[in-house]
């Protein structure tokens, strides 16, 4: 048992290598994702901005069209004026006239007010293009590099597991399922030493009577309080035993 608890611990050094190296590539894709959303979120951002900009000059092109068709309207009637001597009929016209010259006047001011707001829209639709882009190309550079650590890491972890794999073949089927348990309810501390009659794992004494089997290890010893797998290590390590 003690032998296989010595290779338990080798294990379980292994598998906090992968655990670590596992955490840092979760974060590492968590960042990535993070700026993708990110970025995506500015690219709605700017189509919403470029969707208002088109709204407005929609109306701007229609309302250019009107005022057209209004200036038109004018011009025919005065052409039809030239035609006609009866007073009265011309005073109507004049007046026809006088309404759309009015009119058009409104529409000339709302066409200015929204040419305004249009160069206000495709200005801050500019700098939107300008702060993407820039945002853009840093991050395709930082990208980059995540992408390789990544690959870096499952480089490593798939060496590491290459190396669990040998290691695990050493060990009982029955202890490793157990062990596997615990290290991953007890935050992937699973073997502990024993020091001066102490779980290295919760700090807590062990009770003489089982210290006494610990050194034995003639069979699986969990500690009492917080259910890790129990070795002895001695402090210095020494030749007698070999
Ligand atoms: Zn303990």
Known sequence: MREQIEILATLQEVDRGIKEKSGARGALLAELQKKQ???????SEMTALRGEWEGKEK????KELQLQ???????????RMTRIKNIKELQALQREIDQIKQGN???EEELIKLMEELEVSAASVRAKEEELKQLED?????????EAEVAGIDKAVADASAVRQSIAARLNRELIGR???IFSRRGGTAVVSVAEGICQGCFMNI???LWNEIIRSDKLILCPSCHRILYHKPAVP???HL
């Not at 959303?37 to 690219?43: D, L, Y």
């Not at 840093?138 to 995540?146: H, Q």
């Open 238 to 240: 020494s030749d007698k």
């Open 179 to 181: 062990y596997e348990l």
């Open 138 to 146: 840093a991050w395709k550079e930082k990208r980059g590099g995540i």
């Open 69 to 79: 068709d209004e200036n038109k309207k004018a011009t025919d009637k005065r052409m």
């Open 59 to 62: 109306a701007r092109r229609e």
């Open 105 to 107: 006047s409104q529409l």
């Open 37 to 43: 959303e990110e970025i995506q979120a500015r690219n």
């Open 207 to 209: 009770p003489p009577q």
